[in-house]
C-alpha cells in the first residue's frame, strides 16, 4: 500500500505555530520522518518549532529537486510507493502555492499516490481575503520587473487587465522586501488615481497590517514603514469618476 504525500504549510515568519497552524497539521508533521523541502536549514528552523518527537538528525530532510523529470522526484516517489509516508514543505505558506512542488505532487499523482493537503497560511490568499477587492476573479502575478521603466508599463499592464472585459479582476503581485519603498512609488506615479490598491505586510504576524488607499494616496504615505516587511500587493481598477470598484 502507498504512503501519502503531505503539503505541509510553513509558517510566514517568526511565529508560535500553535498561534497559526491547525493542530492537526501539526499532529501530522511530527508524524513525518522524511521530508523533501525546498531549503533544508529553513526547514529544520520550522521542524524544529514544532517540537518533534525525535532528534532532527534522525529525520530524512532532502532539498526538492527542482526540474520535473529530475531523478530526485522519481526517487521520493519510489518511497512514497513503498509505503513510506512523505512531508512536502517550502520555505514559508503553501507548498505549490506560488512556491516550489507542483511537480512532486504531479508525479505523486502519475504515480497513483493519495496527495493531502494540510491546512495553514497562504499569504496570497490572507491578504486578498483581507482586501475587500473581488475575489471571485483575481490572478497572481508574482514579481514584476526591477527597472522602473519596466515595472511602470507592467503596473499599467495588470491596472488593463483588471478592467478588461467589463469585468473587474484583482491582481496580486509580490516584491522583495527592501524594494518595497520603490514598489510604492511606482504604484503611486503610474496607476490612475481612482485604482485602489491594497498592501498586506508580515501576516500572521504581531507586526501585521493591511492597508487599502487610492494609488495616489499611496504616494503620500510613508512609504519606509514597509522597508524590508515580506508584503502582498493587490490592485483593482475603480471608476474614475465615481471612485466606485469596477464589478
Known sequence: ??????????????????????????????????????????????????????????L????????????????????????????LLSDAGCPGV??????????????????????????????????????QRFSFHGYLPVKPGARADALRALEAQSRAGGRAETEIFIETPYRNAAMLGALAGALKPSTI???????????????RAGAHEWGKRDATRFDRRPAIFLLQAADSSSGQLLM
Open 1 to 58: 500500500m502507498s504512503g501519502v504525500l503531505y503539503l505541509v504549510p510553513n509558517l510566514l515568519g517568526a511565529a508560535a505555530p500553535s498561534a497559526v497552524l491547525p493542530q492537526r497539521t501539526i499532529d501530522v508533521a511530527r508524524g513525518l520522518a522524511r521530508w523533501a523541502v525546498e531549503t533544508p536549514k529553513a526547514a529544520r528552523a520550522f521542524l524544529n518549532s514544532l517540537g518533534m518527537p525525535v532528534p532532527l538528525a534522525r
Open 60 to 87: 530524512d530532510i532532502a532539498p526538492l529537486p527542482g526540474a520535473p523529470g529530475a531523478a530526485g522526484i522519481a526517487s521520493i516517489v519510489a518511497l512514497l510507493r513503498s509505503g513510506e509516508d512523505v512531508g
Open 98 to 135: 506560488a512556491d516550489p512542488g507542483a511537480a512532486l505532487v504531479a508525479a505523486a499523482h502519475a504515480a497513483g499516490v493519495t496527495v493531502v493537503p494540510l491546512v495553514g497560511p497562504s499569504a496570497i490568499l490572507l491578504a486578498l481575503m483581507a482586501s475587500g477587492l473581488n475575489g
Open 197 to 211: 490598491v491594497c498592501i498586506a505586510a508580515d501576516l500572521t504576524l504581531p507586526t501585521e497590517s493591511i492597508e
